[in-house]
Structures are given as structure tokens and as C-alpha cells.
């Protein structure tokens, strides 16, 4: 385990850090529609926990830090529904809420964010006593803040690993819009940029959604951040190109033994950098780390609607009578990542025992 950061205070984060895909005004939840980005900035409002729900489940708001803190304020929302003469005490509330929590608990199966998140908000009702609505609004907060302060230090953490000069490939979104601001893998980056240590960024389109292609290079561009966008299949090649030292990637799962599920393609990503001798850094907040799941063949690979692939924007671009299959993650075996990158440290070489030592 190393703890080696890049001076916090050298790191000029909010230079490199404009794009949020989460707003509380009070009295909704206004989340940045990432189905139309990036040709269309537009925000839906959620006035209830139903609505919070069905916006994860349909990617409006996606990543995984992010559906945790979405599905936060969807319990904040079903608290403020709760008729005052219903709920009288937190106990009370915690059973009324209950139905709501697993209705945003079920959303999306493979984030273990979303269930962390939810976990929190009910820690808070068994707690709190008479003020129970603003403890819940309290955490929400809270929940939103530490993913933002975690992401930091998970860059000046990462982006010290990282030798001057390097280039990166990153995979699907991991950015701000992902998480609660600066992002994970992508907040490596940018905190790589800032103190010159990555010289080159290549993203991947990232099918068949393209967080890549139409969320990575956008947001990078909001920050002034040059990034070159490759096909999902051009990415061997490229590493054969020397133009690449490290791939860097979020996570959604990490298991008890290291074993990381992400978006679908990091694993032939972890392999091939294998092959051609490239690092494989893995970033996420504590808040993904799931020390209840041993391997990551007990992981819930989430499947999406076939549509997604026979379609593009809405269009069949594929053969009527044609079956297809969708599973949106995959998981990368622990031997293929050279290092886990979180808040509360760095786990190199990652294994049971050194995820034991760091997590517990
Ligand atoms: O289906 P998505 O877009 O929610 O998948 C997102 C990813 O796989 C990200 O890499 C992961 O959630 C980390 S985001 C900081």
C-alpha cells in the first residue's frame, strides 16, 4: 500500500473541474439529462423518489457515485411527501419510507454506490430523533461533499503513480458527471494534466451507450483538456503505438479480493494492456469498494434492453429478426490491475490481504 499524493496544494482542481451533474434547489432534483448530451445541456427535474428512480434506471443520471447521490435525494424527496400527522418520529417514517428506499435500491444491480447511499439514509432514520427530515437532508448532503473531497485525493493520489510524460486511455465516463464533481479515473487525469504528468489522453467510445464518445471528450473539452477519441476495437492497436502507459478506469464493484466490475470493455482493456506491458489503475471512492462480495463471479452483471445495440439514436440500424445481448458491465480479474486507487490510500498489486489491510 502507498500513500504518496501529489501536493494538494500544487493542484489547481477547480481550473480543471466545471461540469455537475447533480442539483438540489431545495425542493427538486435537478439532474443534467446525459441521454441527449452533448449537443443538448438540458435538466430534469425530479419531484419524487419514483421520478429519482426511474431517471437512474433510464440513464439520465448514470456512474456510479453519481446514482448513489441521486438515489440520496430521492429518500430526501419521499421524506418531504410523508404527510406530517403520518410520520411522528423517525421510527415511524423509516417504515413508511421503506417501499420507496427498495423502489430506488432496485434501479440499477451493479453499482454497489446506490445500495452504500441507501444504507446511509436509513442509518440516519434508526438515529435521529424529532428532526429526522433535516438529518436525512443533512446526509444527502454530506454523501455529496465526501465524493467530491474523496475524488480529490483519489486524483493527487493516482496521479502520482502516473510518470511525467505518460499517456492514458480511459474507458466509458468517470468524470464529473459521473460523481459528485472532478470525477474518479477522469479526475486522475486531470490532476495528472495539472501537474504535467500526462502528456497524451485517449478515451474510448463506448459502446453500445458511447459514454465515451458523446460524455468523456465533451466534458474533458468544458475544461480545456485535449483528448483524442478512439473506437472501442482500435484500442490494442494504440497500445501497440507506445502512444499509452496507463489505462485508467472507474469501477462500479470492487470485491473483497480486488476483482473490479465496470463498464463493458474493461476487462479486454485489462488484457490487452497485459500483452503489451501497459499499468491498469483502477479509481473509485470507498463508497465502491464491497467487502461482503469475496469474488467477482458473485457480482450482477446488469443487462440492458437489446435495443441499445439494434439501435442508434432511435434508429434500427440493425437487420429486423435480429437477437442481440447486453450486458452493460464485465469484471476484471484482481491480477490484471496493477493498482486501486481510493481515498484512504492506494492498494498496489491488489489481493484479498491487501484489500483486508486498507478496508478491513
Ligand atoms: O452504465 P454507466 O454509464 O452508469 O456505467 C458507468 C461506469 O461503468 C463507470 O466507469 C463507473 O460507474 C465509475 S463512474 C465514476
Excluded at 475524488?151 to 468524470?175: F, Q, Y
Excluded at 466490475?261 to 465502491?288: E, Q, W
Excluded at 463471479?297 to 429486423?320: N, W
Aim: glycine fraction near 8%; include cysteine; aromatic fraction near 4%.
Amino acid at each position: 500500500m502507498t500513500d504518496t499524493a501529489l501536493a494538494l496544494a500544487d493542484l489547481d482542481f477547480d481550473r480543471y473541474d466545471h461540469v455537475r451533474p447533480i442539483r438540489w434547489t431545495g425542493e427538486a432534483l435537478e439532474l443534467l439529462d446525459q441521454r441527449v448530451l452533448p449537443f443538448t445541456v438540458v435538466h430534469e427535474s425530479c419531484r419524487s423518489s419514483d421520478e429519482v428512480a426511474a431517471a437512474i434506471r433510464a440513464l439520465v443520471v448514470r456512474g456510479a457515485p453519481a446514482i448513489g447521490i441521486a438515489a440520496a435525494w430521492g429518500v430526501v424527496l419521499a421524506a418531504r411527501a410523508l404527510p406530517a400527522d403520518h410520520a411522528t418520529d423517525a421510527a415511524a417514517a423509516s417504515a413508511l419510507l421503506e417501499p420507496a428506499l427498495q423502489h430506488l435500491n432496485a434501479a440499477r444491480p451493479t453499482a454497489v454506490n446506490l445500495m452504500w447511499a441507501l444504507a446511509r439514509m436509513r442509518r440516519v432514520l434508526a438515529t435521529a430523533g424529532a428532526d429526522w427530515r433535516a438529518a436525512l437532508e443533512r446526509e444527502a448532503q454530506a454523501i455529496e461533499r465526501e465524493d467530491l473531497a474523496a475524488n480529490r485525493r483519489m486524483g493527487a493520489l493516482g496521479a502520482a503513480l502516473i510518470a511525467p510524460g505518460s499517456g492514458v486511455l480511459t474507458h466509458c465516463n468517470t468524470g464529473s458527471l459521473a460523481t459528485a464533481g472532478f470525477g474518479t479515473a477522469l479526475g486522475v487525469i486531470r490532476a495528472g494534466v495539472a501537474a504535467g504528468r500526462v502528456a497524451r489522453v485517449f478515451a474510448t467510445e463506448t459502446r453500445p451507450w458511447n459514454q465515451g464518445a458523446r460524455l468523456t471528450v465533451w466534458e474533458l473539452g468544458q475544461d480545456g483538456i485535449d483528448a483524442t477519441l478512439i473506437a472501442d476495437s482500435a484500442a490494442a492497436h494504440l497500445m501497440k503505438t507506445g502512444q499509452v502507459q496507463w489505462v485508467v478506469v472507474g469501477a462500479d464493484r470492487i470485491c473483497a479480493n480486488g476483482d473490479t466490475a465496470n463498464k463493458i470493455g474493461t476487462y479486454p482493456l485489462a488484457i490487452a494492456a497485459r500483452h503489451h506491458g501497459l499499468k491498469v489503475m483502477v479509481v473509485a471512492p470507498s463508497s465502491t469498494v464491497d467487502m461482503a462480495t469475496a469474488s467477482g463471479d458473485r457480482i450482477e452483471i446488469e443487462e440492458r434492453d437489446p435495443a441499445e445495440l439494434l439501435s442508434f439514436r432511435g434508429k434500427r440500424v440493425v437487420a429486423e429478426g435480429v437477437r442481440a445481448w447486453n450486458p452493460v458491465f464485465d469484471v476484471t480479474p484482481h491480477a490484471l490491475i496493477d493498482a486501486i486507487v481510493t481515498e484512504r490510500g492506494v492498494v498496489e498489486r491488489p489481493d484479498a490481504g491487501r484489500m483486508r489491510a486498507l478496508f478491513g
